[in-house]
């Protein structure tokens, strides 16, 4: 997901040329995604970043019953947190969307579920890996963890939806109602899976010794380094699909003036019988 | 819109008894797939609990609802195919349809042709796997409930892929993680409804489906209309 | 539903009424332009012809005006009601009759059935169906045939039932000489006159050109989603 190349997502947001005229770039504002503002953001986060490493890989001291396994909690509950909050913001924005049509809330919701799901699959990695050390397996059938991986494809669904070859409105509009229901499917899910593992009292994931001081600062560190991550990528993200879309205005004046071109050369006894 | 809805209803039945697709196709399908578990899951391993049941026979509710959602994914599909092949959601939109009558319409056919399946695959699973019933109303109230959630929720992420190129492989990954839930509720339930040494209580998981099924049909509702509206 | 011949008593003053009103019309299809900016206007009793090459736009714009393609810029009207509003055009729908390249049928019931189920659809009484299978030909040995087991021909024909049923205001139909043999086509004629007389506007797309310039009394030249050139029958080569 670098910021250099624009995602290719949304094929018909492709100009019928290749190049994008000077004039263009100028009308559309700068083709950079990166502003103060975020650069500010990232900053930010390489710090709490750097902080969070310093702090959980080796100031914090290793937990009590898990040893140094525990520390993947500073990457393991951050991550639940970003993805929720991504999550989130693609239900609040598919609201939005269906309600005036905005295009901001619309692309929004689109970048964060795809942030959102970038942030579940981390969340699923760390969990299994902290699993392995802790109770020997990388997969449980813990609720949590049956329930976070069905959301996983649920979104991976949402955003298969979003590169669906449509009309852009009733693509949009079919991706919000999908950006709704499945934050509802997730609840749904998760308590039918947790009502049904909560029969068999099987491990949890989580540690038993109660947070304070060094552990706790870690944590909170990581909470913070994760959502400046989060929101810069959503920063970058967003803007790439806003200036596809823009992309997409700006070919639209070509494709119309290409179109209208068409009948130009147009001579009505040419085409007789019309298989032109 | 219960006109429209008892409408497409009564229309859509009317082509699966002219076509019967889901008669000659989706339902050997299902034997089929309940047949191939068989095979994969051999029935003479070990046998397990005081019961001394067979893994099989154990593990029989939850394939015939695996089974039973694969069959559904067809016969939804089967359900927009029908309107799509010749442009027939344009006829439906130009007549002025009430949308949520049509989804319920949709909805309703589904419901009717998969509980037929389920008739016929449960009378299979039972040759096949030979799984006692304990509890006949509990096995018919979650055969109600969980059929009426599939087709509830199926008929509204059908319509989703509805006349798209990808709906056959978008449909599945959109419906089945929503239908998880269900899956796990008409599964809990029918244990309950079929062995007498069931730990689980089987009444609360019907209602959780009842719960899914409400919660769809207000849903469906209220989305299929700006579903079925292109512009 | 609202029946065409009560709306003109006087041809004079039906030819100011406005039935299709369209400025700088633009429509996407995803994100193609279908139609680069139409200007249209078609008056209460007309019947236009749409001609030009393929892939012009002329079944973009006889959806639009159906009310069932997109109005991405400019002004649409048909007759008071706005098409860039979505409610107004679900009444643009009911006041409309498409007949598009398909058919809209279901192939696996008969004639009758599908004939019964539009007219209940459309909330008319089934039985305003059988005069209607009697005028098409649909009547005898027809309606008790599955619609997959039809010629093209005869396919068409239900479709055009289906239209005639409906009675709307503005009938809008996409080729419907195609697939048809020239007893066929004389029927379709036939068909879009006596509908005129009763007061309906028409606009249809065909290729025939030779035919279709006997029954229209305006032709209209669609090329790259714009509407090119104009003129009553007679101007046109």
Not at chain 3, 15 to 43: E, H, M, W, Y
Not at chain 3, 92 to 97: E, H, N, P
Request: with cysteine.
């Amino acid at each position: 997901m670098s910021e250099s190349e624009p995602r290719s997502s949304n094929d018909a947001a492709k100009p019928k040329s290749t190049e994008i005229a000077t004039e263009q770039t100028a009308s559309i504002g700068s083709a950079h995604t990166g502003s103060r503002a975020s650069r500010t953001i990232g900053i930010a986060a390489l710090v709490a970043v750097g902080l969070l490493a310093a702090f959980g890989l080796w100031i914090s001291p290793p937990e009590v019953s898990q040893a140094d396994a525990a520390r993947l909690m500073y990457v393991h509950l951050p991550s639940i947190a970003t993805m929720y909050l991504m999550f989130f913001i693609t239900l609040v924005g598919s609201i939005i969307y269906l309600r005036n049509g905005s295009r901001f809330w619309d692309l929004l919701a689109g970048a964060a579920a795809e942030i959102g799901v970038v942030f579940n699959g981390l969340t699923l990695f760390s969990g299994a890996i902290w699993g392995k050390p802790t109770w020997g397996a990388y997969w449980t059938w813990d609720p949590r963890v049956t329930s976070t991986t069905v959301m996983f494809v649920m979104y991976i669904g949402y955003l298969a939806v979003r590169r669906l070859e449509l009309p852009p409105e009733a693509r949009s509009r079919r991706a919000a109602v999908l950006g709704i229901l499945s934050f509802l499917n997730v609840i749904v899910v998760h308590y039918s899976v947790k009502w049904w593992r909560g029969l068999h009292q099987g491990q949890t994931i989580g540690i038993d010794t109660k947070l304070d001081g060094l552990m706790l600062t870690s944590l909170m560190i990581g909470f913070v380094a994760f959502a400046l991550t989060g929101a810069w990528l959503l920063m970058h993200r967003f803007r790439i699909e806003w200036l596809q879309s823009q992309i997409g205005e700006v070919g639209l004046d070509q494709a119309l003036a290409e179109r209208r071109a068409e009948a130009a050369g147009y001579n009505p006894s040419d085409s007789v019988g019309g298989l032109a | 819109m219960l006109r429209d809805m008892w409408l497409i209803t009564v229309k859509d039945i009317r082509i699966e008894l002219a076509s019967r697709v889901v008669a000659a196709q989706i339902l050997p399908f299902g034997l089929l797939v309940l047949i191939l578990f068989g095979m994969a899951i051999s029935p003479d391993l070990a046998v397990v609990g005081p019961e001394r049941r067979s893994v099989l026979e154990e593990i029989a509710p939850g394939l015939f609802w695996i089974t039973v959602l694969l069959s559904s994914l067809m016969a939804l599909g089967r359900s927009f195919a029908v309107e799509s092949a010749d442009g027939n959601l344009d006829a439906i939109l130009m007549a002025g349809m009430d949308p949520a009558g049509v989804f319920l319409g949709k909805a309703g056919a589904v419901l009717a042709q998969m509980i037929a399946v389920e008739i016929v695959l449960g009378f299979g699973a039972f040759v096949v796997f030979g799984a006692p019933i304990d509890d006949p109303g509990l096995l018919a109230a979650t055969v109600a409930l969980a059929t009426c959630s599939i087709a509830l929720a199926g008929t509204l992420y059908a319509s989703v892929g509805a006349g798209l190129r990808s709906r056959d492989t978008l449909v599945p990954l959109l419906a089945l993680p929503v239908l998880a839930p269900v899956l796990l509720a008409a599964t809990m339930a029918t244990r309950d409804a079929l062995f007498t040494d069931a730990t689980v209580a089987g009444w609360p998981w019907a209602m959780l489906l009842a719960v899914f099924a409400l919660l769809y049909l207000g849903v469906g509702m209220i989305a299929f209309g700006p579903l079925m509206e292109e512009t | 539903m609202s029946n065409a011949s009560s709306s003109t008593r006087d041809n004079n003053s039906s030819r100011s009424v406005k039935v299709v009103q369209l400025r700088g019309a633009i429509s996407l299809i995803n994100t193609f332009p279908a139609l680069a900016g139409v200007d249209l206007d078609v008056s209460q009793g007309e019947i236009v012809l749409l001609r030009g090459p393929n892939g012009a736009g002329k079944t973009t714009l006889l959806r639009l005006c159906a009310g069932l393609a997109p109005l991405s810029g400019g002004q649409g009207f048909i007759g008071e009601l706005d098409l860039s509003d979505r409610a107004q055009r679900r009444s643009v729908r009911q006041d409309t009759g498409l007949l598009g390249h398909k058919n809209s049928l279901y192939d696996e019931l008969t004639v009758e059935a599908n004939l019964r189920f539009w007219a209940k659809a459309n909330r008319l009484d089934p039985k305003s169906v059988e005069p209607v299978m009697d005028r098409l030909a649909l009547n005898k040995r027809l309606r008790s045939v599955k619609v997959g087991a039809l010629s093209a021909g005869q396919r068409r024909r239900t479709a055009l039932a289906v239209l005639v049923c409906r009675r709307p205001k503005l009938w809008l139909l996409d080729e419907p000489h195609a697939g048809l043999d020239p007893a066929g086509r004389d029927f379709v004629d036939d068909l879009l006159q006596h509908a005129n007389s009763f007061g309906a506007t028409v606009i249809f797309a065909s290729h025939d050109i030779d035919r279709a310039q006997q029954v229209a009394n305006r032709t209209v030249t669609v090329v790259g989603g714009l509407v090119k050139g104009e003129g009553p029958v007679e101007n046109v080569a």
